[in-house]
């Protein structure tokens, strides 16, 4: 061995080897030519060699990319640039966010037709809730439904023929609940999670009239079929003339105790009216009582119009009880899966949402809401309505007090900034807090920003850019930390509900005098009933319907409404 090291590098190697070699085949027997420890020499050296010439082999021929070295570095960067701008949205940057909200969303849609329905999940936090198995489940039946009874399937088509002969004669293999456009857009979004989930429950499908700006604002939420209205529906032209008097109305056919059936029942009107608007009468209420439900069942094509989130009446009809329970296990998480399954802006809005966001939400520290609506008429901005706000925000220690002492206030370390962002018709509220906070320092030291994204003066109902700021900024307000509402105003129980926040809600004023409290907090994020019926079916009298389960109760900001809450 010590001979084999010396000769390593020279030429006497292959002499000695050679040597070595021939006495072996000369005298077979002659072990000690060859000993054991020569072998093994000869074996290591022989691996060193080869290892050296198979790695400089792989070296020149496939040297390190820079795109790999680059790609490391571009995932060192992807993943610092979402701790700057999701911070606040997850404490743990390595679990991924889960875009199908943990199963409530179908996979397999093309993305970038609507951007935001697996995108949103990046721009929330992570809520406590979690969607029941059982709602799941019957989404994705609802789905195969949809898909097998839509616009234009043998099924639609085969119904749609009976819709035309005014009466229907033999059972069907699908049934439709139609929602017509109506209202302002925050009830317009209430109304249409209603009827969705109206159609759940009952197993129709749920058709969405268009009216003049739903495609525009909203993406498609089923896979593969279309959930707006086809517009050669036969009835469509009949829609805005569709009221109380109109001879299909459920509550009329009632009065006139009509003779829905031949005597051996074999026709039936092909289509209902539902009038749940917010003049409704008794008879029209008696949609809500299960032996109508019972009849209603039997109706091919149900058409309703509604201003109202009759969600809560729901939950008091006896047939759908159980059902319900097992839907929705937490009551007031109704709205929130509804919307978050159903609402995705299109992209053209989410665009509005994210370009917001980005520019004067994302870096605080924390996000703030204040929504405000004044039903008062005459030319804001008011006092009163001013002083409310206020001094909500700071009795709730939302927003800190000011120091009207000093000029400059230096806190201790890097200060704490808060983003407030305001919704209102008047730049007025807007325009007071923000001075506020740009003349004083804060007494905390914290750094507050005031934003408005818009101020319309008036609404606007039938306009199609005042409806996309309308909803970017129900949208925007349910991505804050901590939100405050305004009394009865729909906009802000579609924020509070998408976001799945309990708000402050501000005391509707009365006599141009500031509420003392100013505010309270809500019992639950769900929205509330503005017009439910009060009657009893079974006793056939009138009954208080907030005091008959402990998951139905009157409204905070409306005395007589009705909202789900949690015992």
């Known amino acids: 061995m010590k001979r084999f090291k010396q000769n390593l590098d020279g030429d006497h190697l292959s002499t000695h080897l050679d040597l070595d070699t021939r006495n072996a085949l000369r005298d077979p027997d002659r072990k000690s030519g060859l000993s054991s420890m020569k072998v093994m020499g000869i074996f290591v050296a022989g691996l060193i060699v080869f290892s050296v010439l198979f790695s400089v082999n792989v070296v020149l021929r496939d040297p390190p990319s820079d795109a790999v070295f680059e ?15 999701e911070d606040q949205f997850s404490e743990s940057l390595e679990v991924p966010k889960d875009k199908l909200l943990r199963g409530l969303l ?3 849609f093309d993305e970038g037709s609507c951007v935001s329905r697996y995108q949103s999940a990046s721009y929330r936090k992570e809520l406590p809730y979690r969607p029941s198995s059982y709602l799941i489940s019957k989404l994705r039946s609802y789905e195969a439904l949809h898909k097998r009874c839509g616009p234009y399937t043998e099924s639609y088509n085969k119904t749609i023929e009976q819709l035309k002969s005014g009466y229907h004669t033999g059972s069907l293999d699908c049934n439709y609940v139609v929602w ?4 302002g857009l925050g009830n317009r979004i209430l109304t249409l999670a209603s009827a969705f ?25 089923f896979p593969e079929v279309s959930w707006f209205l086809p517009v050669d529906f036969p009835l469509k032209n009949q829609f805005d003339s569709l009221d109380q008097k109109s001879p299909h109305c459920y509550g009329k056919m009632l009065k006139k ?10 026709v039936m009107p092909s289509f209902v009216y539902l009038h749940l608007a917010h003049d409704y009468d008794d008879q029209d ?4 009582c299960s032996q109508d439900q019972t009849f209603l069942q039997k109706i091919p094509w149900l058409l309703m119009k509604t201003d109202n989130y009759f969600v809560p009446s729901l939950f008091l009809i006896p047939s759908f009880e159980q059902e319900l329970n097992n839907l929705f296990p937490r009551k007031e998480t109704a709205f929130h899966f509804l919307g978050r ?6 992209n053209v809005v989410w665009g509005l949402i994210t370009r917001y966001y980005q520019a004067y939400l994302e870096k605080a520290d924390e996000r703030i809401g204040i929504q405000i609506r004044v039903f008062d008429t005459g030319t804001g901005p008011f006092q009163d309505v001013f002083d409310q706000i206020l001094a909500c925000a700071v009795k709730e220690n939302l927003l800190p007090e000011i120091n009207r002492q000093d000029f400059i206030v230096s806190p201790l370390g890097t200060p704490k900034s808060k983003a407030v962002l305001m919704t209102s018709l008047s730049s007025g509220y807007f325009e007071k807090l923000r001075d506020m906070y740009w003349e004083h320092p804060t007494v905390t030291g914290e750094v507050i920003g005031i934003y408005q994204p818009s101020h319309e003066e008036y609404q606007q109902t039938e306009k199609l850019m005042h409806n996309r700021k309308a909803w970017t900024e129900m949208y925007l307000l349910s991505l804050t930390d901590v939100l ?12 509070q509900s998408l976001g799945g926040l309990t708000p402050w809600m501000l005391y509707k004023p009365e006599n141009r005098t500031a509420p003392d409290p100013p505010c309270q907090r809500a019992m639950s994020m769900e929205p509330c009933f503005h017009a439910p019926p009060f009657y009893d079916c079974k006793a056939k009298t009138g009954v208080d319907t907030g005091k008959l389960v402990p998951h139905v109760r009157h409204c905070e900001d409306m005395s007589w409404g009705l909202k789900l809450v949690d015992s």
């Open 106 to 108: 179908a996979d397999g």
């Open 180 to 183: 017509i456009s109506f209202s």
């Open 341 to 346: 399954y159903l609402f995705h802006p299109t």
């Open 257 to 266: 105790n009509s003779n829905f059936t031949n005597s051996d029942g074999s």
């Open 197 to 221: 989930l109206y159609a759940v429950l009952t197993n129709r499908v749920l058709l969405v009239d268009p009216g003049v700006d739903m495609v525009d604002l909203f993406c498609e939420p």
């Open 484 to 495: 405050v509402t305004s009394s009865w105003s729909t906009f802000g129980y579609v924020a």
């Open 285 to 288: 209420k008696l949609f809500f």
């Open 71 to 85: 790609t490391s570095k571009a995932r060192v960067l992807e993943v610092e640039h979402r701790k700057d701008s």
